[in-house]
């Protein structure tokens, strides 16, 4: 029986967590759960120059808003760490001894100086190599010497004068594979692992069998191939994630612009479970054959964390670049929001959610407490795009309405002054006399309705009331919004629009 599949994520700490990032550990987490397997955290550490100071909680942070649960990693811990590359370094030296022993590597003491004209030299000969293999020709006791002189050196791969190796990526398909460096450096000599090296030792050492990562990795694949060789370990299957791009093409990078980093979406109020969704689905079915008729089980946008665990399938997942969709975010978002409002529980996580902004927009509303708040959601729900819009979307149910509010004043001019003052006075006559237990839309619709005959019409009616309720803006239907703003509300702003129209 073949052992239990085993993925893992190893983002570098170089700053905050990239869309891409998130989208691998999805889907390591997606394929791990689908496959009864596991994944885990890997800290790829190594280059010291590029570290910055807590990027590792950034991408804790982000994994956990995500719902992505790692089995292994820093904190949870596990059997097969340390799970930071920079604590690993005495594994790393053993396993490039093992290879100087095997005379698969050597020493290098090449100055930097004489690496630079040798480049240059090589360039300029037409030759794609970067290095010549000087010190792959010296002497065992010319090397010893060196070493008691404590010459700075790093460590080489001896790579083979021989064709690439080939391979199959579960993405890809069989790329044309990339050549292989001549002779690669793999121990610097500030005696830090390369990336390659760590890469390859981690990945056996903690049993991965299936590497899920960027396409930008997939020229390094042959190179990672070789070391496998010269260990003499099996190599693990791979899977190349095609780029994400911005919507005008452009690649979706860590130096350009806005929403490549995950913490724009957390800062932003975007469902997670739409983020997920979004990354997972943007790919899928691009294998298709196009004559083929339809498939009633292909992948539809909106799906669950557990659906994408179901329905995932890399098979399925094109190889192209993949452009990301913000309207589709949107629609996600709002399909991902109104699922949430459906269950009760959840329904009061997010008004516990958005209750700290909407403190600070209105401070002195009474109506602020959870109970309203949650409720105010659930009625404007189709108004929002994401839960932080709700304080600009309900303002006028926790303070005053702005009448000077350019909208207000474009509303109040389009109506005609004799249809506004009636509708207002016959509105507050009628709900006036509605009695306090029929506070409710359906019955606040009723006793408004036979209004619009009076006034020139429904449309006369419901401008009115929108302005002298709502300041204009737009929302729910009135009755509804009548309901959410309670009696006294709605008859104090009525008697109030009244009063200023008396004293025009």
Not at 178 to 203: E, Q, R
Not at 339 to 349: A, F, G, I, Q, Y
């Amino acid at each position: 029986m073949p052992p239990l599949p085993r993925l893992r994520f190893a983002p570098s700490p170089t700053g905050s967590l990239h869309l891409g990032g998130l989208r691998t550990a999805l889907f390591n987490h997606l394929l791990a759960r689908k496959w009864g397997g596991k994944w885990l955290l890997r800290i790829e550490d190594t280059d010291q120059t590029r570290l910055v100071e807590g990027s590792v909680d950034e991408i804790r942070r982000g994994l956990e808003w995500a719902g992505l649960d790692y089995d292994e990693g820093p904190v949870v811990g596990g059997s097969h760490g340390p799970y930071y590359q920079a604590q690993r370094l005495d594994m790393y030296h053993s396993h490039a001894e093992d290879l100087l022993r095997k005379d698969r590597a050597y020493r290098c003491f090449c100055e930097p100086a004489q690496l630079a004209a040798t480049r240059l030299r090589l360039q300029q000969s037409g030759s794609m190599a970067g290095y010549d293999r000087t010190c792959r020709k010296l002497e065992p006791d010319d090397v010893k010497h060196r070493l008691s002189l404590h010459q700075p050196h790093c460590i080489r791969l001896s790579t083979p004068d021989e064709p690439p190796p080939s391979f199959a990526d579960l993405v890809f398909g069989n790329p044309s594979p990339h050549p292989v460096p001549v002779d690669p450096i793999i121990v610097k000599t500030d005696g830090f692992p390369t990336y390659h090296l760590a890469n390859v030792v981690d990945d056996h050492s903690m049993e991965i069998t299936h590497v899920l990562r960027g396409e930008e990795w997939l020229p390094s694949v042959p190179l990672h191939l070789t070391l496998y060789s010269a260990f003499g370990w099996e190599p693990p299957q791979f899977a190349h994630l095609p780029l994400l791009l911005n919507p005008d093409g452009s690649k979706m990078s860590k130096r350009t612009g806005v929403g490549a980093f995950v913490s724009e979406y957390m800062d932003k109020g975007w469902e997670p479970e739409a983020v997920l969704n979004w990354l997972a689905t943007a790919g899928w079915g691009g294998k298709r054959d196009p004559h083929a008729p339809p498939d009633p089980d292909a992948t539809p946008s909106y799906l669950t964390l557990k659906e994408l665990i179901a329905k995932f399938d890399l098979s399925n997942f094109t190889n192209r670049r993949t452009v990301l969709s913000p309207n589709m975010l949107l629609y996600l978002n709002k399909e991902h929001m109104q699922e949430k409002l459906s269950d009760p529980v959840e329904r009061r996580k997010m008004a516990e959610r958005i209750m700290p902004a909407m403190k600070a927009r209105f401070p002195d509303s009474p109506n602020v407490n959870v109970e309203y708040v949650e409720q105010v959601i659930v009625t404007l729900e189709s108004r929002l795009g994401v839960l932080p819009d709700l304080p600009a979307a309900a303002d006028y149910l926790f303070q005053e309405p702005d009448y000077n509010d350019p909208v207000a004043v474009k509303l109040r001019n389009s109506i005609p002054g004799e249809a506004y003052a009636t509708s207002l006075e016959a509105s507050l006559d009628a709900l006036n006399q509605l009695n306090p237990a029929n506070w409710k839309e359906a019955s606040i619709k009723q006793a408004l309705d036979p209004i619009s005959a009076q006034v020139g019409g429904m449309r006369q009616l419901m401008g009115s009331l929108r302005y002298a309720l709502l300041g204009g803006k737009p929302g729910v239907g009135i009755a509804l919004s009548c309901e959410l703003l309670g009696r006294e509300a709605v008859l104090r702003r009525l008697r109030e629009r009244i009063a200023n129209v008396q004293g025009e």
